[in-house]
């Protein structure tokens, strides 16, 4: 029997949510069914925000075999992966870039896996893919923030691998924060106690929240912080009010949030995203700037909250040398890029050998400036197989 015909599909919608996540080899909270239609619902993904819903199924969306999340890009804003310095090379060369495809997280540079499939099946997904590339006649299908054994399968098919550093703290079975700080040398300790010392003895009230103790008419209340931040960095508000109170509704049991506010009125927050064994830093927000509390909220309480539950890691994303003075370790994160023009795939191949050989000078020079006393081995990464997923498992059998 071959391998069932694929076809995209304008709406995550279109696609049965119990099948769609049956295919996820893990709990992951982002390419869970309920988060991609919450962004959708939201307005905060539509082809107006230039992230075309375009998810590609193997076989009837009533019960796929196997599914991408995917998007018609008619730009490269909102993906952590630059590829600018691509489309300019292309225009040179005569031809367009735009529009492409992009299998993604929209706004999200959290790695997480993007072949929704048995194994068995994956090889032909990477073939439909660029196939669906060809009869649009697009330039090109890029995979970010992949997982490394899917950049693997993606590598053996002709695609080209690129890596970017994102940072994690480990939990090293701390007993407690004081314990983790013990292990820093002398001067960055006395340095993160002083920080948070100064915050006790500010007027701000920092409370962290989960679960069922989430108010999603709050979390609609984030969006003026999220506005905020976003004009001071010079981004793109693409998330509504409505993404917020939708996140808050449907998905409390993945959420820890972290508030601060100043004589009752909410002020600055962080929200963050929880799996089986990660904590996952997503969205700061905050009114004005306050000395130290973007550490403390986004990264010292998901710290304590990490080891109060006996949680492996916490993804603090990418960007920000800050985070390693703070014990987040530099790791890698892969995408694949699959070039339709021959001659843009050769420049952007030589570019790419040039960038990973800095890549890897720049990262060996962040382990060296990792606060720790001792020098710390690199933690094994957690792997996700089709095998956690008994549905997957039966479906390759």
Not at 9 to 32: G, K, N, V, Y
Not at 58 to 80: D, M, N, R, T
Not at 127 to 152: I, K
Not at 258 to 281: F, P, W
Request: proline residues 5%; contains cysteine.
């Amino acid at each position: 029997m071959g391998q069932p015909r694929p076809h995209p599909c304008s709406a995550i919608a279109e696609i049965a949510e119990a099948a769609w996540d049956a295919l996820q080899p893990a709990r992951d909270p982002f390419t869970a069914h309920r988060y991609l239609r919450l962004l959708e619902e939201s307005g905060s993904v539509r082809a107006e925000t230039g992230w075309q819903p375009f998810h590609l199924v193997l076989g009837a969306p009533a019960a796929p075999a196997g599914a991408v999340p995917l998007y018609l890009k008619s730009h490269s804003w909102g993906e952590y992966v630059f590829d600018h310095g691509w489309a300019e090379a292309q225009a040179r060369l005569g031809g367009r870039y735009y529009p492409k495809l992009q299998a993604a997280v929209p706004f999200t540079p959290v790695s997480g896996p993007r072949l929704l499939a048995p194994q068995t099946l994956r090889p032909g997904i990477i073939r439909a893919l660029e196939g669906l590339c060809a009869e649009l006649g697009l330039s090109s299908v890029h995979v970010t923030f992949c997982e490394e054994g899917e950049a693997d399968l993606f590598a053996q098919a002709g695609w080209l691998i690129r890596r970017g550093i994102r940072y994690c703290w480990f939990n090293r079975g701390y007993r407690d924060f004081e314990d983790f700080l013990e292990g820093l040398r002398s001067r960055r300790r006395k340095t993160i106690r002083r920080e948070r010392r100064e915050l006790r003895r500010s007027k701000l009230e920092i409370e962290v929240r989960s679960g069922e103790e989430l108010d999603p008419c709050e979390l609609e209340r984030f969006h003026p912080l999220y506005l905020g931040t976003v004009d001071r960095r010079w981004g793109a508000a693409y998330l509504t009010p409505s993404f917020f109170r939708l996140l808050g509704e449907r998905m409390r049991d993945r959420l820890v949030w972290v508030r601060a506010r100043e004589h009752g009125r909410l002020v600055a927050a962080a929200l963050h995203l929880l799996d089986d064994d990660t904590l996952y830093g997503r969205w700061w927000g905050s009114l004005e700037e306050y000395r130290f509390l973007h550490f403390e909220c986004c990264y010292y309480r998901a710290m304590e909250f990490a080891i109060a539950r006996g949680i492996g890691r916490v993804d603090a994303g990418i960007q920000g040398e800050h985070k390693l003075l703070r014990g987040y370790e530099p790791v890698w994160h892969w995408s694949a890029h699959h070039l339709r023009d021959r001659r843009l795939r050769a420049l952007v191949a030589r570019a790419l050998a040039r960038e990973q050989l800095l890549l890897e000078a720049e990262r060996a020079r962040m382990r060296e400036l990792l606060p720790y006393a001792a020098r710390l081995e690199e933690a094994p990464m957690r792997k996700r197989t089709a095998s956690s997923s008994a549905a997957q498992s039966a479906a390759s059998s």
